[in-house]
């Protein structure tokens, strides 16, 4: 079952990897007709402090950056309290972009308060969605070690927007070289 509280999320970390009972309705009417490509989750993971300290760079960054692409980014960022990665992939299942971008606290008692981005392409080569909760982590790219002493936030989201480019341009070459 999903994790109700904080406690329950550290004692048991799989717990965060569904949304509440209560919360898919609201975030499947975010987007009720046009769907976006690339949908930007932010979860507290294992350590809220390095969301806290690293989001303000990232998220506008990311952006920005996929602004350039040119990709259709979701107006709202989905915010998941006591989530894991999998979360993402819960949200891919309602939302169905084609990527998700999940900004993730990681690493706590490192006193580095680490982020990661955790970045998965949902579709196959006939583009119909893989979104699911069991979906395979091997679908996920992982940029690891966000903080100043690591992968500064800044650099970390120009290897994001390179990531989902990519992602995105992959897909597209190979799909139009099936048809």
Request: glycine share 8%.
């Amino acid at each position: 079952p999903p994790a109700t509280d904080r406690e329950v999320y550290l004692a048991r970390p799989a717990s965060g990897e569904a949304l509440r009972a209560a919360d898919p309705g609201p975030v499947a009417a975010l987007y009720p007709a046009r769907r976006p490509q690339v949908q930007i989750v932010v979860s507290d993971g294992l350590n809220a402090d390095a969301v806290n300290e690293h989001a303000r760079a990232l998220l506008p960054a990311i952006r920005r950056g996929l602004a350039q692409v040119p990709c259709d980014v979701a107006e709202t960022d989905v915010i998941v309290e006591n989530g894991c990665v999998r979360a993402a992939y819960h949200i891919g299942e309602l939302l169905d972009p084609a990527a998700v971008v999940h900004i993730i606290g990681e690493r706590p008692g490192t006193g580095l308060n680490t982020a990661s981005a955790y970045l998965t392409y949902g579709r196959d080569l006939t583009g119909r969605s893989r979104w699911s909760r069991a979906l395979d982590h091997a679908s996920t790219t992982a940029i690891c070690g966000i903080h100043p002493r690591g992968t500064p936030p800044g650099t970390a989201a120009g290897a994001i927007v390179r990531a989902v480019a990519r992602m995105l341009g992959e897909y597209r070459t190979r799909r139009d070289s099936v048809h």
